[in-house]
């Protein structure tokens, strides 16, 4: 019985002892800083990772991550100093450098996170209602964004935080001014546009004009140069003509007659009323063109075309 007895206080014993080791230490990570305090008074702050001892059920440890913390702001409106109302989207990243002044003014990461979002965003503010539209989106974005990391560190201090950056996430004007400028900008290219559509028929109509020109030119010229060939074929013609007439004046004038009934006679021409002793009709009545009685001169040269009939 007591054999039993003194097993059960020992085991008691143990496990209070365990509890009470267990109660008395602590660990401290590589990525972190601890703070032992005394019914909240700050008794310990020590430094180096590892286990640590406290006063058991007296003490307690409050842990602090000495990591790089991010904070998102909310989206806030900024006038600048030309008047035009920006959206500015903003982040920022953090440390704490003191633990101790960082549980004294805030406590918790909670509390870093709401002071610090008030203090960026009226640094923010202040900062980029100094500087335009322009300098703000393009032209002095990063100067803007160091001036507004270093005023945030001089305030960050005192709550024992060191501000690693301040980034000017998105920058852009309101919903309405942005449909505004997309509106302007629209009727700016369509009117860019516009003038080159008309540059562009202004040059088609003057190549136009220059192509009917040139095809004026070329046929007015191929029609002189046919002109030209014409005439000179008329002329070899009357040349060739003359000098068969020369040779033999009677076969001549019966060719150029059989040509001229030929052209005459056709179906569906002019019907001619004559007398059948007209001199036309010569070679109907003898083949030498004397069987007519009344027959007038013989043709003395040669037509002026080879369509023309032959008139006594």
């Known amino acids: 019985m007591n054999g039993n ?3 059960v206080v020992g ?11 267990y109660a008395s230490t602590f660990i401290v990570g590589q990525t972190q800083e601890a703070l032992v305090l005394q019914f909240g008074r700050v ?3 020590p430094k180096q990772a590892g286990l640590h001892f406290k006063i058991p059920f007296i003490e307690n440890v409050v842990y602090v991550d000495k990591r790089i913390l991010d904070l998102d702001l909310p989206v806030q409106e900024v006038i600048a100093s030309d008047q035009k109302r920006l959206v500015v989207d903003t982040f920022t990243r953090y440390r704490i450098i003191n633990p101790l002044l960082f549980y004294q003014s805030v406590n918790s990461i909670a509390g870093a996170n709401l ?8 640094t923010t503010r202040s900062v980029l ?3 335009t539209f322009t300098a ?20 960050a201090k005192g709550l024992g935080l060191e501000v690693v950056d301040v980034r000017l996430r998105r920058v852009d004007l309101p919903e309405q001014n942005s449909e505004a400028v997309y509106r302007r900008m629209k ?12 540059q562009g028929s202004q040059i088609a109509q003057g190549i136009r004009a220059r192509s009917d020109r040139e095809v004026t030119v070329l046929l007015a010229e191929a029609t002189r140069k046919s002109e030209e060939l014409r005439g000179q074929g008329d002329a070899e013609r009357n040349r060739i003509y003359a000098d ?19 052209a005459a006679l056709k179906a569906g021409d002019t019907r001619l009323v004559l007398s059948p002793d007209s001199d036309f009709f010569r070679y109907f009545g003898h083949q030498s063109g004397r069987g007519v009685q009344g027959a007038g001169p013989q043709l003395s040269g040669p037509p002026a075309s080879s369509g023309a009939s032959a008139r006594p």
């Not at 009727?187 to 008309?198: C, G, K, L, S």
């Open 43 to 45: 008794r310990g702050l």
């Open 244 to 262: 068969a007439y020369g040779r033999d004046p009677s076969f001549f004038s019966f060719y150029r007659s059989m040509q001229a009934y030929e």
């Open 5 to 7: 007895l003194f097993k």
């Open 187 to 198: 009727t700016e290219r369509e009117r860019e546009a516009a003038d080159i559509r008309a």
């Open 115 to 122: 002071r610090l979002t008030s203090i960026v965003n009226s």
């Open 129 to 131: 209602a100094e500087a």
């Open 136 to 155: 703000v989106v393009k032209d002095e974005r990063d100067r803007l964004m160091r001036r507004i990391r270093d005023e945030v560190n001089q305030q």
């Open 11 to 21: 085991a008691v014993l143990v496990a209070v002892l365990a509890l009470l080791i």
